[in-house]
């Protein structure tokens, strides 16, 4: 187990022939490369960002953070603390009413609502409302009971993993998809499953690494590598064929 001070001494951020153009299942030193580069460019991002910390909003704020940004998740966070429903308990006692206008800047809020209480009554059945005997299952079993739960997908089932947990299941996302595409890395199947498959594949299995690495491809892509990219400003411009201009984004 490493500190995410550590990580960065494991891998080393040269590959043999970096700049070379391709379309290829990337490697090993593909992905120690890339988190290398990423760290040396940023340095420590400190995930998961909460306003007043604990495993109970780290799994609501994995919840509200779908299809939103996190600034709108921090503003529902903040609206559930100061209205008194910061349990699961409460979640699934307030009327869905109150509840819609509580977590509005959320987005999506009457389905997010549902998703909130579907939780907060699963974990209150199975786990007597304690997330720490979730946490202490296996990996596997614990990600395929969070899936059983109406609303919660693989990506936040595995935040939940990672962040609250702190066992390693990489997350995968959008931002995740468009820069490995955008470096020509070709993934077989293009799943959720294939994505991360390559990671556990590669990689130590380091919660920490995990944390860090899905951390700063997400700061990297919400600010340099966007929709439009801004190639110029990317710590990664030499090495890809977007930036090298060989391939449109």
Not at 38 to 55: E, I, K, M, Q
């Amino acid at each position: 187990m490493h500190t995410p001070s550590e990580i960065i001494y494991e891998f080393s951020d040269s590959r043999s022939d970096p700049r070379a153009p391709r379309s290829v299942e990337p490697t090993r030193e593909d992905l120690e490369w890339l988190f290398a580069a990423l760290f040396d460019a940023y340095g420590p991002r400190h995930w998961w960002p909460t306003v007043h910390g604990g495993s109970f909003e780290l799994v609501v704020g994995a919840i509200l953070v779908q299809n939103i940004s996190w600034s709108n998740v921090e503003r529902a966070l903040v609206n559930m603390r100061d209205a008194g429903v910061w349990s699961f308990r409460e979640i699934l006692d307030a009327p869905d009413e109150e509840m819609h206008e509580i977590i509005r800047p959320s987005g999506y809020y009457k389905a997010k609502t549902r998703k909130l209480k579907e939780f907060a009554e699963f974990i209150l059945g199975e786990h007597d409302g304690d997330l720490a005997r979730l946490f202490a299952l296996p990996i596997g079993e614990m990600r395929e009971q969070l899936l059983s739960v109406w609303g919660i997908g693989e990506e936040t089932a595995d935040d939940i993993i990672l962040y609250g947990a702190k066992k390693p299941s990489f997350v995968i996302d959008m931002y995740t998809r468009r820069l490995l595409a955008r470096l020509g890395w070709e993934i077989r199947g293009k799943s959720y499953a294939a994505y991360q498959e390559l990671f556990h594949k590669l990689l130590p299995h380091d919660p920490y690494l995990f944390n860090e690495y899905h951390a700063l491809i997400d700061y990297h892509v919400a600010r340099i590598c966007r929709k439009k990219p801004l190639c110029d400003q990317c710590v990664l411009a030499e090495d890809c064929p977007v930036g090298l201009g060989v391939t449109q984004p």
